[in-house]
Nanobody
């Protein structure tokens, strides 16, 4: 399984940015996916999760109402759209596959394969 995250960059406060995570080597449509982020000096933090069909999503309170995650299973790609960005959203963003059978969704241990990360910098 390989995950390739892209779309990061430097933006100003209030801007929008759409990331993408392309997957290969697995049955993408049957796999729930998650997004995490890690700011300098801080632990990896859950951002969002989407089910394999895309019919259900779950967000961290810190991004709820501002971020929206979707997926295109025909393209094996997941898209987190980030709106109203704040300086505290600055981090490396990672996509990951949710571990089959895992009940939890918030901790990195519940995810199996990880992309390399893409940096998002939000300046005030």
């Amino acid at each position: 399984v390989q995950l390739q995250a892209s779309g990061g960059g430097s933006v100003q406060t209030g801007a929008s940015l759409t990331l993408s995570c392309a997957a290969s080597g697995q049955s993408f449509s049957r796999t729930a996916m998650g997004w995490f982020r890690q700011a300098p000096g801080k632990p990896r933090e859950f951002v969002a999760r989407i089910t394999g069909t895309g019919g259900s999503t779950y967000y961290a309170d810190s991004v709820k109402g501002r971020f929206n995650v979707s997926r295109d299973n025909a393209k094996n790609t997941m898209y987190p759209q980030m709106n109203s960005l704040k300086p505290e959203d600055t981090a490396i963003y990672y996509c990951a596959t949710h571990r089959s059978g895992a009940i939890g969704v918030l901790q990195p241990d519940f995810y199996e394969f990880w992309g390399q990360g893409t940096l998002v910098t939000v300046s005030s």
